[in-house]
């Protein structure tokens, strides 16, 4: 079965840390590009991050440039957002998701249930 | 504020058809393939439409995806209740070099 499972969510200060991880089966991982989706509540879908097939590119939203950085470990099946310096603005439903090409894939077709990030002091 | 705009709402009785339109600019839509979700808030997206105009294994032919200019349009006909959901499409932005989505369309089924 085609699955994306996120975990590492939580509750956070303003200004700490989180790390998020992606961890996928029923495909071959390193055959596609992948990306961090979020949702804060009451709105709609905003994209965070992309990583291409072997992590080579990556591309941010402005919102996140400086503070996020996207990897993946195409031998673990995973991908990670680090998330630094966060702010109350980035709580949010955090899904990851599968593009549908290598690089820069404009259509994601399989989507992770999501992992909760609560920034809150 | 999106950088794609569709219209916050539509509705429609059951059989009936919709189309919910997102509009952009010559530095996304014009140029670029668009895709088209459907999603019921804290649950999984699911894709309907890539690449502007194809469907994935498993979704049903009543759903269409086209594009003209700088907009495209999601149609669904044969309405389902089951469709009720927020619609959203998205692309890639050339000059923001990120990818964008609309605002969301909430579908009602009356």
């Known amino acids: 079965e085609v699955q994306l499972l996120e975990s590492g969510g939580g509750l956070v200060q303003p200004g700490g840390s989180l790390r998020l991880s992606c961890e996928a089966s029923?495909?071959?991982?390193?055959?596609?590009?992948m990306t961090w989706v979020r949702q804060a509540p009451g709105k709609g879908l905003e994209w965070v991050s992309e990583i291409s097939d072997s992590g080579g590119r990556t591309y941010d939203a402005d919102s996140v440039k400086g503070r996020f950085t996207i990897s993946r470990d195409n031998s673990k099946n995973t991908m990670y957002l680090q998330m630094n310096s966060l702010r109350v603005e980035d709580t949010a439903l955090y899904y990851c998701a599968k593009g549908v090409r290598r690089v820069l894939a404009q259509a994601f077709d399989i989507w992770g249930q999501g992992t909760m990030v609560t920034v809150s002091s | 504020q999106s950088v794609l705009t569709q219209p916050p709402s539509v509705s429609a009785a059951p059989g009936q058809k919709i189309t919910i339109s997102c509009s952009g600019s010559?530095?996304?839509?014009?140029?670029?393939?668009v895709s088209w979700y459907q999603h019921l808030p804290g649950t999984a997206p699911k894709l309907l439409i890539f690449d502007t105009n194809k469907r994935p294994s498993g979704i049903p032919d009543r759903l269409s995806g086209s594009k003209s200019g700088t907009s495209a349009t999601l149609g669904i006909t044969g309405l389902q209740t089951g469709d009720e959901a927020h619609y959203y499409c998205g692309t890639w932005d050339n000059g923001l070099r990120a990818v964008v989505f609309g605002g969301g369309t909430k579908l009602t089924v009356l």
């Open positions: 010559n530095s996304n839509i014009g140029v670029n393939l």
């Open positions: 029923g495909f071959t991982f390193r055959d596609y590009a």
